[in-house]
């Protein structure tokens, strides 16, 4: 417990320190409001923690400073090229698929590889207006709808230690390679750096708290790369995770459990979980935008599990086309969820 107290506190300081280093650039005054901090909360702390949140806190003055040199890096690495060779290869697969609307492949392309550009400006609009773009811009939901649907494929391969680490190498260079195809946007990989922390924690056999991980997933990130604390994408994605932690599991309980399925428990389930994101993340969303989206419950409940399970079928269809086995019925069905998903949308911007 104290071990993730220390985490917790060495993430929230190194955080400041890349704020205040961002704002104002150069060592000395990016370390000083961070230290202002650190001693506001010294007597939460054990003195065994302190080095090291001093440390972070130079780090971070001394990341942020250097940020400029370190984004004018331009390089390409041999995976880089991999992954945009792959991803060209996987979105000229997908346009080579017999689906019978037009734009399913398009939609297909987005939901996979982040490419929005097959998109009808009406499609886009739709999506815009019922409140439901972040759809369309890949983030830590499609990783997550990814990761679940591979980490269910995988775990058929049965529970011994030796298949277990295996399974946990490729779900993690797995996820690590689609960050890389899809751009490696800031909620991606906070996604990936979640996946990478819940397997290897779960091979270690140490308790997964999920405040630890976040804060962990937070560390490593901004260690990576400081100047992206300023993204837009970047403080969505964990004011978001931040309401699912902190507001969800209060909401959630509202409703109380039983032993028996309950539709309209998991109905309020996913009403907590979009309710919690809207809290932490509206206020930002209003000072950039100005705009609230009204209709976002309406759009979350019938969009995301459709788009759950469209996603999922466009995985399967993939796969079995690949190995040339994919029957007719997996074509129509997944072109009829796509179909279902924009007509969905259509009805939500209606009432706009």
């Known amino acids: 417990m104290e071990g993730a107290k220390n985490i917790e506190a060495l993430t929230l300081c190194f955080t400041a320190g890349v704020v205040a280093g961002t704002l104002v650039p150069g060592t000395v005054q990016g370390v000083f409001p961070a230290l202002v901090l650190l001693l506001a909360l010294m007597p939460t702390l054990s003195r065994r923690a302190l080095p090291f949140l001093f440390l972070a806190i130079l780090l971070a003055g001394w990341f942020s400073a250097s940020l400029a040199s370190m984004d004018s890096y331009s390089d390409i690495s041999p995976l ?3 992954a945009e060779t792959a991803v060209g290869r996987v979105r000229e697969f997908i346009d080579a698929l017999p689906f019978r609307h037009p734009e399913t492949a398009a939609l297909l392309k987005a939901l996979l590889t982040g490419d929005r550009s097959g998109l009808s400006s009406q499609t886009v609009a ?7 773009s972040h759809l369309l811009a890949l983030s830590g939901l499609h990783m997550g709808i990814l990761y679940l649907i591979f980490d269910w494929a995988t775990k058929l391969g049965g529970k011994a230690p030796a298949i277990q ?9 797995a996820a690590g390679f689609f960050t890389l195809m899809a751009g490696a946007g800031p ?3 906070r996604a990936f750096f979640f996946i990478l922390l819940n397997e290897v924690l779960a091979l270690s056999g140490r308790r997964r708290k999920t405040t630890t991980v976040f804060c962990l997933a937070l560390l490593f ?9 300023l993204s837009l994408g970047f403080q969505l994605s964990y004011l978001a995770l931040a309401g699912i932690l902190l507001l969800y599991p209060t909401l959630e309980s509202w409703y109380p459990d039983s032993s028996r399925f309950n ?8 009403s907590a979980l979009s309710i919690s994101c809207q809290v932490f993340t509206a206020p930002l969303v209003w000072i950039r935008f100005h705009t609230f989206p009204s209709f976002f419950l309406l759009t979350n409940l019938l969009a995301i599990p459709v788009t759950t399970i469209l996603m999922g079928a466009a995985v399967l269809t993939l796969g079995l086309s690949a190995l040339g086995i994919c029957p007719e019925l997996l074509y129509t ?9 924009v007509n969905i949308l259509e009805i939500i911007a209606t009432l706009s």
């Open 126 to 132: 739709v999506f815009r207006k019922s409140g439901a």
């Open 263 to 270: 539709p309209l428990r998991r109905i309020w389930q996913a």
């Open 333 to 341: 069905t997944t072109d009829g969820l796509s179909r279902l998903l």
């Open 187 to 189: 909620s991606l990989v």
């Open 165 to 173: 680490k295996t399974r946990a190498a490729l779900l993690i260079s």
């Open 221 to 229: 990130q901004l260690i990576l790369q400081p100047g992206v604390i």
């Open 80 to 82: 880089e090229r991999l």
